[in-house]
């Protein structure tokens, strides 16, 4: 799986409100955080699948934010799982921002400056990716010969339902769900029948068990 990608926006959502003095004993951001986690799919079919959502307001006071500036960040992107290079990269960012929109401000009772803080995090996924690694570590162990030419059209497929419990294909390690061609091997091990078509282009073994196929 490669590298989580990011994308962001800091804005401010609009002018500094100033009639809520009468909750406040000082000056407040209050930051309106979402955060949108999506796995995108390459292989068999591009495919955006979501994982993670989440939607927070956090009011912090002026004096807190810029004496903390990361540890608020942090604070904020708490149970993101969001990476510590993410982090770095945004807080010297949200800090200018807020330092440009206090700077010229001369309100003498007490504000709120809303926030909007978003992130969207992509995690790319191909499992063509999965099929050549697990190739490459089973060819420094075993020097793997390929099957034959005629195994991929002999192949025995089956219905996932018929099997009465969940299963994983063992190169990939996606779960080998209803609607994609299921292979049952001889060694009644299955598999997605593209990752063991792939398989077999380089290896005669079942890459859990190494039962021996036709070389």
């Known amino acids: 799986m ?6 962001y926006s800091i804005t401010q959502h609009n002018q500094v409100l ?16 979402n955060f949108t986690h999506q796995l995108q799919l390459f292989f068999p079919q591009d ?13 912090v006071p002026f004096h807190v934010f810029f004496s903390q500036t990361r540890e ?13 290079d993410f982090v770095e990269t945004l807080v010297p960012e949200v800090y200018a921002l807020a330092v440009e929109i206090t ?7 007490p504000i709120v400056v809303p926030l909007d803080l978003d992130v969207l995090a992509v995690t790319p996924f191909d499992d063509r990716e999965q099929i050549e690694r697990a190739i490459v570590e089973s060819g420094r162990v075993y020097n793997p010969v390929p099957g034959a030419k005629s195994l991929g059209a002999g192949l025995k497929t089956v219905n ?34 593209d990752c063991i078509v792939e398989w077999l282009k380089r290896s005669h073994m079942c890459p859990y068990c190494r039962f021996k196929m036709p070389s």
């Open 72 to 84: 608020t960040i942090q604070t904020i992107l708490s149970g993101t799982g969001v990476s510590m």
């Open 103 to 109: 700077r010229d401000s001369e309100n003498t009772e």
């Open 2 to 7: 490669a590298s989580t990608l990011y994308q």
């Open 160 to 193: 996932i339902e018929n099997l009465g419990v969940s299963k994983e294909c063992s190169i990939c390690l996606e779960e080998l769900s209803t609607g994609l061609e299921v292979v049952l091997m001889p060694c009644n091990h299955l598999y997605h029948k």
């Open 18 to 33: 100033p009639n809520t003095h009468h909750l406040l004993s000082c000056d407040c951001f209050i930051f309106r955080f």
């Open 47 to 59: 495919l955006i699948v979501p994982l993670n959502s989440i939607q927070q307001s956090f009011l």
